[in-house]
């Protein structure tokens, strides 16, 4: 494979649209650490691009300074940093014990504000430093008189609340292993995830909010237990005012066992690639794929990207809108290892109107906001006005590409001086594979830098670099955050199938990316099949299950397009049986059933009948040729009609392209 990149369209000169101010430049955590690599190193790092060269080429020298900059807490010091230098099968770190939650902790003032915790009735609580250890360490002796060892797995039907981040802090500081999915899945999709696990605890709340309503999931929660035959324990949490359900194992309430007696929280020392949660793939192919994400992978690359990247101290608080069941939930419980605080909110980020996670962002003193390009377009729609007198120094957003229009817009809103930071990354690393940097500028539409220490290039067809123009994203060299293994995955052939089969040893990543002349990413949307819905990957397997089983429905189809106006389209395709029609009571028929059986996020923006539903000659459907063709490609230039079942049903999708992508 060539080393040299090759350009087909050069980059048109754009002006950035925020340019770092030199005095920040200079207070920034990442000015110290490259002073620091260059005096430890005897090396010159001018620029930023200059230092990300340096991490990727020396990579073991790179995680060994951010290790002993963020002065890593272990029981004994690091004697190698990458014991195999190979994807998948890199092992970090190998001969040292940490824990998570022992970063979480140090040095912190129990006096200041550590977590707010707001629902969307405007119902708010703040827990300082102090109170939120104590809690951690009541609910820990409370799970391990409970039975809850290192390994066992602890998961969770819950809200974005504190409890979500109490209990998983409390299962973190024992070794045990958490897992957690928002209530608003339905118990059958939650089970697809939590199944596998066979966990021993549940965690399961009685509701949430959600655009002005109240929705009561104990019935959903008891179904869920019926699904988890593993489950010995079940500690009930009250979010929405709920009186508890029977249920037929023994339970706790979760305010009970937070009055268990307890000493000093003493995290247990764990091994650097020990688990410490599961996430789930989109489900596209079937049952989410559950990745594994080791204590030390999370706890020292979130030191370097929100520390380094993001630039995050102790004086900062950060509102990233989330659902506990997308990895931004993780991302913002992260911010604790730097000692920032969070704030924790529970329902519609526009409800009564697309002001209020603004207004919610000044009323809590945020420094940091983070929506997803969905919620900021709408916001500009809307003509919404940033409120005067807020705090923000950084506007993050991430999900979807992000358009240019929404880059000035935030400066209109906020001024020249707070940028709109964009990144992008997945469930799948927990991470960034593009983000921003506090001394890179920031041009509309793009993201300015490729994480230090993360060996991101894109890649044609061949496997050879390209610059300029578009290409399949991928990472050349191992990260601490890619997944330790699938859950279930004994002999790797999953991991491997999912991520190294197109090009063997490379992660690829699943985006079309385009990496430009200044070193800064654009992604131009999914490569696969994976569907991006409000900011949260779903899976086209969750939405079959459901449609496919109604009356009258033969088969299904369903795409996400990302638009030129930064909205995005998600379009369902059925074939009918003979004697139905799709109509609006048919099409409202399918709707219902996606959101009580699935999610309200399942429900896709249009029902569209077709005369049939094109698949490979084996009967795989043909989803990402579907998609290609809906964003414009010819039928002919997406696959090779001899591969399909029935050639001519291509054809019929054609009419339905959006405008602006013909």
């Not at 066992?152 to 024992?174: C, E, G, H, K």
């Not at 237990?225 to 489950?231: A, H, K, M, N, Y």
Request: net charge negative; charged share 20%; glycine share 8%.
């Amino acid at each position: 494979m060539s080393d040299t990149p090759t350009s087909n369209h050069p980059q048109p000169t754009i002006e950035p649209v925020w340019v770092p101010d030199p005095r920040d430049i200079d207070r920034s955590r990442i000015a110290a650490f490259t002073k620091y690599v260059e005096k430890t190193h005897g090396v010159s790092l001018p620029e930023y691009d200059d230092l990300w060269a340096w991490s990727v080429e020396h990579l073991e020298d790179f995680w060994s300074a951010a290790w002993t900059f963020f002065d890593m807490r272990s029981s004994t010091a690091p004697t190698t940093v990458l014991l195999a230098d190979q994807m998948p099968g890199a092992k970090w770190f190998p001969d040292v014990l940490v824990n998570y939650v022992s970063h979480v902790f140090r040095g912190r003032d129990a006096e200041c504000m550590a977590i707010v915790e707001v629902t969307e009735p405007g119902v708010s609580r703040a827990i300082t430093w102090g109170d939120l250890e104590d809690q951690v360490a009541a609910a820990a002796a409370g799970l391990k008189a409970l039975g809850v060892e290192a390994g066992d797995r602890v998961v969770a039907y819950v809200p974005n609340n504190a409890a979500a981040v109490v209990a998983f802090l409390a299962t973190a500081s024992l070794g045990a292993v958490w897992s957690c999915c928002g209530p608003d899945y339905a118990a059958e999709a939650a089970a697809k995830r939590l199944a596998q696990l066979e966990p021993k605890v549940l965690i399961a709340a009685d509701g949430y909010f959600f655009n002005g309503r109240t929705y009561d999931r104990r019935e959903e929660a008891v179904a869920l237990l019926g699904l988890l035959p593993s489950v010995e324990q079940v500690l009930q949490v009250t979010h929405v005012g709920l009186p508890a359900p029977h249920i037929d194992r023994p339970a706790t309430a979760w305010e009970r066992l937070l009055q268990t007696e307890h000493g000093m929280l003493e995290p247990v020392q764990v091994p650097f690639d020990h688990p410490l949660w599961v996430l789930y793939s989109s489900g596209t192919t079937g049952i989410p794929k559950g990745l594994v994400h080791g204590h030390g992978g999370v706890t020292l690359d979130y030191q370097k990207h929100v520390g380094l990247q993001l630039d995050v101290t102790e004086h900062d608080r950060m509102l990233w809108y989330t659902s506990t069941n997308w990895m931004m939930w993780n991302f913002t419980v992260n911010m604790l290892l730097l000692g920032a605080s969070i704030v924790l909110y529970d329902g519609s980020p526009a409800h009564p109107s697309p002001a209020r996670l603004w207004e919610l962002a000044a009323e809590h003193d945020v420094t940091i906001l983070g929506a997803s390009p969905g919620y900021l377009h709408a916001c500009e729609r809307h003509g919404t006005k940033v409120p005067a007198g807020n705090r923000l120094r950084m506007v993050g957003a991430t999900g979807s590409p992000v358009p240019p229009s929404a880059f000035h817009w935030i400066r209109e809103q906020l001024g020249e001086r707070t940028p709109l930071v964009s990144m992008s990354g997945g469930t799948d690393i927990v991470s960034a594979l593009a983000t921003g940097a506090p001394n890179k500028p920031i041009w509309p539409g793009e993201i300015s830098a490729r994480p230090l220490g993360v060996a991101v290039d894109t890649w044609d067809e061949s496997g050879r670099p390209v610059r300029g123009s578009v290409g399949e994203l991928v990472v050349t060299k191992p990260m601490p955050t890619m997944p330790l293994h699938l859950w279930n995955d004994p002999d790797g052939a999953k991991y491997q199938a999912a991520y190294f089969d197109v090009f063997p040893g490379v992660w690829r990543h699943g985006d079309w990316a385009t990496i430009t002349e200044r070193g800064s990413v654009i992604i131009h949307g999914r490569s696969d099949a994976t569907l991006n819905r409000h900011g949260v990957r779903l899976g086209s397997a969750d939405i079959y299950e459901v449609v496919e089983k109604i009356p009258g429905v033969h088969e299904a189809l369903v795409v996400g397009i990302d638009l030129s106006d930064g909205g995005y389209w998600m379009p369902l395709f059925v074939t009918l049986e003979e004697g139905h029609a799709l109509d609006d009571t048919f099409r409202r028929l399918i709707a219902d059933r996606l959101r009580t059986e699935a999610s309200k996020r399942h429900v896709p923006d249009a029902i569209l009948q077709v005369p049939a539903i094109p698949h490979t000659r084996t009967g795989k459907k043909l989803e990402v040729p579907i998609k290609r063709i809906l964003q414009g490609a010819d039928p002919d230039s997406v696959v090779s009609r001899d591969a399909v079942d029935d050639p001519a049903a291509l054809d019929a999708f054609r009419q339905f392209v959006p405008t602006g992508h013909h």
